[in-house]
DNA sequence: ACCTGGCTGGACTGCACGGTCCAGCGATGT
DNA sequence: ACATCGCTGGACCGTGCAGTCCAGCCAGGT
C-alpha cells in the first residue's frame, strides 16, 4: 500500500524518491539500499519515505519493482506487441540490446530483485513472479499467433517455446551483471532466437 | 583466508559450519543469512567460527562459493571434460537436470551469489567470475575440439557459441529459482542446444 | 488574518548483526 | 601427573538500520 500524493510538490517528491531508489537498488541490490541512503539521494527526510510509503521499504521496494517493469515493457514496444513475424522478433531483440546497452548499469532489474526475494520474502516474490508472467505472456501470445499460423512445426508449445526464449534471455541479463559486458545479452538472445528458428 | 584444521574433530567441525553456511545462503541468499543462523544450525559457537575463518563472514562466503564450484562441476562429470559429441552434451544436460532436481532449493548457488555480490563486493565478485569462467572454459574446450574435428560450421566462435549456451543454461537456473519448478532449466538447456545445433 | 491539511526536517528508539575477548575443555605427548 | 595446544562456549560491544514521533513549514481557502 502507498499514499497518493495531492499535490503536484508531493507527486514529484514520491516520483523523485521511487525514481533514485530504482536506480540504487538495480545498482546495490535491494538488501544493500538503506532508507538513509534513499534519503541522501533524494534531499528527503524520514518523515517523507514513510509518508508516502507508509509501509516502509517493502512498499518502496514494489512500488519500484512496478516501475521498473513499466520501463522495460515499454523499451520493447511496439515489437512485444506483434511478436509474431521474424522481423518483429529481431526487433524485438535490437530493442533489448539497445534498453540494457542505454541502462546505468548492468542487469536486469527484475531479474536482480527476483533472484534476491524470491526465497526470503513470499509476499515480493509473488508480485515479482506475476511482473515475469506478464512478460512472459508477451512472447507466449506472439508465438500462439504463429503456431496459428502456421509458421511453426506442428506439436511446437508456445508455452514451453516462450519459456526456452526468455531463459536465454535472462540468462544474457544474468551474466551480464556478472561479466560487466554487453555480450552475454547478445548471446543469450542468440540463443533463444535459435530455438525459435528451431521451431520454424 | 581460512584457518586450516589440525586435528579430525577440527576439519569435521569445519566441515559441518561450510556445508551447513552452503545450504542456508543457497535458501536465503548472502545477506540473508547472519553468522547466528549458522551458528544455530551447526550447534557451533561465534568463536569457532572466527577461529576456522579469520577475515569473518568474508571468508566464509568464499568457502561456501568455492564448495559449491566444485559440486556443481562435479555433478556435471565424466561429460564436462568431453563436451566434443552430440552424444555428451546430451549426457550433460541430463546430469545437469539430475543435478538440480536433487538439490535443497531451487537455483544456482554460484548464479546467486553472484547475483547478490557483483555489483557490492569487487573481491568476492572477482571470485565468482573466475568461478563462473571456469566453468564455461570447459563449454568452450569441447566446442573448440568439435570446431578443429569440423563437427561445427567453419567460421563459428567457440568462446561465442559457449556464452550462448551457458547463457541459456544460466537463464533456465535464474527462473527455476523464480518460479520454483525445474521447467526453466529444462527448456534453457533446450534454448543452449539449439544454439549449438544452429551452428553444427 | 487565520485556519486547515498536505508536506517536511530531523532527533530518537529498538534491534539485529558482525566482530571481539577470554575463560575454559579435552586429547595427545612426555 | 602434567603441560601443551587445538578447540569450544558464550558474554559482550559498536554500529548501522528500519521505523517512530512530533514540531514545524507553506500553500489555498474563507
Known sequence: MTTTPITEKGIATRSRIVRAAADLILERGA???SLDDIRGATNTSKSQLFHYFPGGKSDLVDAVAALQTERVLEA??????HLDSWESWEGWRDALLAHYEAQPHWGCPIGALSAELARTDPDHAAAVIA???RWRGYLEAGLARMAGAELLRPGTDPGFLSMKIFAALHGGLALMNTF??????????DAGLSALRDAA
Open 31 to 33: 538488501r544493500g539500499t
Open 76 to 81: 520493447q514496444r511496439p515489437f512485444l506487441d
Open 180 to 189: 560487466e559486458s554487453l555480450e552475454p545479452l547478445r548471446a543469450g538472445l
Open 131 to 133: 511482473h515475469m508472467e
